[in-house]
């Protein structure tokens, strides 16, 4: 019945009792044959069990298992490493294989016997790390926690630690409550048992979002930051502080101790008053231990190599708190120096790189949050301390005086300073190395910060306080009172007691605390021990020095508010005091009302000089100075032009080691001040070895400035030139003056102009003709324009001199007369006259331009007007020589430069050998023709008279010109 059954469901028919029994007889049959053939064992054929086959699997995996710890240990040993099994931690059940370090020169051998056992072999080691605890005093809020832990081969061990919070549990207990996960609670107290829920509810409630503490007593706080602006009172700003920390030679058995690293992340957090809730470490396979912690605050994290003994570290926090006075704990517990045999030598100490950066948003986010009141937010910040690759940065000082915050860091740049070099120079000068003999050039650099904007540098002390100093003070003829604004460090004071001719320096410096920390930080600077003229080894103690601690805008306001003092003016006032860029709210005070830039102008002398830093040097990129960051230098310029200075100059100096480029701008109260500016190089050399002190060692008194130096600061800097450019209300100059205009003409004088004799008179002489018709606008002999014989103002008055002497002597030393009569008479006859160098200077063509005369009555065709619009252009028959007005006449006649123009003063040269043009066109054989008054270049009544008076008459053809004259008289 089973086989017709199971040959009825296999072949699907109906059971029925004569088909069960045919079927059943022939299903029987199939069955036996096919059972036959199963069985029938083949010639080849093994039979084997499962049992069997799973011992072989296992077997297999045991031998493959114990070939590979073999292999394992082979390779190990081969590097010195040595296999050592880890007992379960506290918070862990895993066991896993540790490697032991081997001995060397930077480990402790008691270490190694503690990891190898005393007999050198293996053994287990129970790590027992320690929890996060509470700082006493210190409420922490409930927080929830959720981990992930991945089992990878990498890891020896894996162990987690939380916060020990004893008196939650009792709290628990006491409400018979559970802690439901909330972010922040706040519960009743554990000695008193009084709950603080509504309505006398025992157990926890949620706290309003406004007053979540985070573990910071906000009783304090209203959230303004006008006064302190910073973010110390308040955790909930999307901002924090980020400490990265990289340490090498490290002692490696620290480095591969989970516990002991351990220890030393909770008692700097603890030393740091911060809180840790939780950390998580791992021992990793063969060596090293990584860690992170999470902290009330924000995290911890490191990680090491302890074969290569380097440690990098990270500390992030939310809040003000400080991170940086954090660093002498982190070094004293993380730079483990290595431990050495005697025949190793010295320990390698421990080198500490670090970098602090703010994180986040504050502006905005932040009520009264002001970024330049911040000294972390500035120079400071971004060029210091937040710079990894210092070999050496180390702050001497960080201070809160009753004025602003005083910083100053040594630091040494890999780029412009090796270390290696440096450790040199600190051996002892017998052992005959260079570096040694001269430590002054290998040394880190030192800084001084206030309120976080660099100051002065080390490096850059000459370069910046010789190039705020000198060309002000070199430009004056006689400088005897000087006024310093700032300056507490004393370095311009030292600069200015340089001249010989200074009788008094005054300086005025709001912060005596200053003084005080640069004597003693930074001796260097205050340095008059050297000089000659010096009567004291400090500067401040010189007698020619007197120090007045006072607020130096408010004095001068009142000292020279109006213009009625005029005793105790100064010849010079340097300002060293304000960058117009970063100190915005200063700046735009003093500049949008012109009370203090007006005393300024009030307190010089008639020839006197002003001088300022204006900071960070404009790039080519940049917009105008009215627009943007630079806006208040805008506001100081026009303020400057509008008190009256007549000249006012930019220049920059690119070596003061400030990490860019730095601007000076200085201001004359007396138009021919230029002409002391823009003094050649020998006038100016000559200048300095006469008018400075010497050194009492024989080393030279400037370090730095020199003439070759004072000729960079001369012209403007190209993108001072373009950003001028740029403004709103377009200079005519940069058309008219810079470069030479594409749209015009530019004729070679071969070409186009013949000299035959000039039809202006009888007497005139010869003159200059148009070979070719030449088009309006077009330019004559650009070639022969940068040819010309320049005599700069000193230069011509001695030219002047020479001959008004050679004159007086004629009769005891007629050659030499001729001599200097020739030159003079050539140079007045065919040369043309400017004041654009500040007096009157002389300019000479070197090519048939020179023979070009004058236009009588305004019939010149080449030339250059200043003002095409005006109704009456000046002629020497209109000038009024009986109601001179030289105000009108020097407006369009004289060569005048502009009180403030980068691009009139960087094309200065180009403007005086090549700025005229056609001014309509002339036709072929038609003399060219140019307007003398236009060469007057004084404002001198007599001579304009004199020079009018010699025009006339040479129209009138009753006169003759100079080498006419002169021919004649030969």
Known sequence: ?????????????????????????????????????????????????????????????????????????????????????????????????????????GMSKKS????????????????????????????????????????????ATSNTLHIDRSDVLIRMSRSKKEFDGGPDFQGESVESGESNGEEGKDGWVPCESNACSRGKDLSTSNGDYSEHNDDSDDLHLPAGQHLLIDIKDVDSNFLNSEERLATAMIELINESKLTLLSYHCHSLVPVGVSCAGVLL?????????????????????????????????????????????????????????????????????????????????????????????????????????????????????????????????????????????????????????????????????????????????????????????????????REVLKYKSVEEVVILEIDEELVSICAEYMPEWSDCSDLQGSDSESCFEDSRARVVFVDAFKWFIESFGKDEKVEDKFDVIIMDALDPNTS???????????????????GLTAEGVFVVQMGKSKMSTDPPDEIGRFKDTGLMIGALEQSGFESIHRYDEGHSHFYMPWSYLVAFKDYESRAGWHRTAPELQIALQQRLHKTKSGAPVLRYFDAATMLQYQLPSKAQETTYCRKEEYPWECDEWVGIHP???????????????????????????????????????????????????????????????ADDNDDTIPFVEDQISAIYTFVEGYGHGAVLLGKYHMAVDSGIMLFMNHGCNGTYNYGWV????????????????????????????????????????????????????????????????????????????????KDVLSLRAQCAGVGVGEITKYESES
């Open 1 to 105: 019945m089973g086989r017709s059954k199971n040959g009825a469901k296999k072949n699907g028919v109906r059971n029925s009792s004569s088909s069960s029994s045919s079927n059943g007889v022939s299903n029987s049959n199939s069955d036996s044959a096919r059972k036959t053939t199963k069985t029938a064992p083949s010639r080849f054929s093994i039979n084997l069990s499962v049992v069997f086959l799973l011992l072989s699997f296992a077997l297999s995996a045991i031998v493959a298992f114990s070939i590979g710890w073999i292999a394992r240990l082979v390779l190990l040993s081969h590097f010195g490493l040595y296999p050592t099994t880890n007992a379960e931690s506290t918070t862990s059940s895993n066991n896993a294989a540790l490697v032991a370090l081997p001995t060397s020169s």
């Open 112 to 155: 190694i016997s503690t990891l190898s056992g005393a007999s050198g072999k293996k053994t287990s080691i129970s790590t027992q790390l320690p929890a996060p605890t509470v700082i006493e005093g210190k409420e922490v809020p409930f927080t929830t926690y959720a981990s992930k832990t991945f089992q990878m081969a990498g890891a």
């Open 297 to 493: 605050e924000s995290h911890v994290a490191f990680h090491t190599w302890p074969l290569e003994g380097v440690i990098t570290m990270d500390l992030f926090t939310c809040g003000g708190g400080l991170l940086i006075p954090t660093l002498p704990s982190i070094e004293r517990l993380f730079a483990v120096p290595g431990v050495v045999g005697e025949e190793e030598g010295e320990i390698t100490q421990p080198t500490l790189l670090w970098s602090h950066k703010l994180r986040g948003f504050r502006e905005g986010f932040s009520k009264g949050y002001v970024r330049s009141k911040n000294p972390l937010d500035g120079s400071l910040g971004r060029y210091v301390l937040g710079k990894l690759d210092f070999d050496i940065k180390r702050p001497l000082l960080s201070i809160k005086t009753a004025i602003q915050n005083v910083n100053i860091y040594e630091v040494m740049e890999p780029k412009s300073r090796d270390v290696n070099s440096y450790h040199k120079s600190l051996l002892p000068a017998e052992d005959e190395e260079y570096e040694s003999a001269h430590p002054q050039h290998f040394g880190p650099d030192k800084i001084l910060f206030l309120d976080g904007i660099i100051q002065s540098t080390l490096y850059g002390d000459a370069p910046f306080h010789e190039s705020i100093v000198h060309p002000a003070m070199i430009t004056h003829s006689n400088p005897k009172r000087v006024a310093i604004i700032g300056g507490g460090e004393g370095a311009t004071l």
């Open 584 to 602: 915005v709210e200063i700046a735009g005070g003093l500049y949008n009302d012109n009370s203090f830039v007006d005393s300024l102008f009030n």
């Open 743 to 805: 749209d015009y003409a530019h004729l070679p004088a071969a070409e186009y102009l013949k000299v035959d004799k000039s039809g202006v008179g009888e007497h005139a002489g010869r003159g200059l003709f148009a070979a070719q018709d030449i088009p309006k606008g077009a330019t004559l002999a650009l070639d022969e324009g940068g040819k010309a014989f320049h005599f700069p103002p000193l230069t011509w008055d001695v030219v002047e001199s020479l001959h008004s002497w």
């Open 866 to 945: 200043m003002d095409e619009d005006r109704e009456i252009q000046f002629t020497e028959t209109n000038v009024d020589l009986i109601n001179l007005n030289l105000t009108e006449i020097a407006e369009h006649l004289l060569n005048e430069a502009q009180v403030y123009s980068p691009a009139g003063e960087r094309n200065l040269w180009h403007t005086l050998n090549s700025g005229d043009y056609a001014l309509r066109d002339i036709k072929k054989g038609e003399e060219v023709l140019t307007d003398y008054l236009a060469f007057v270049g004084s404002s001198d009544p007599d001579e304009l008279k």
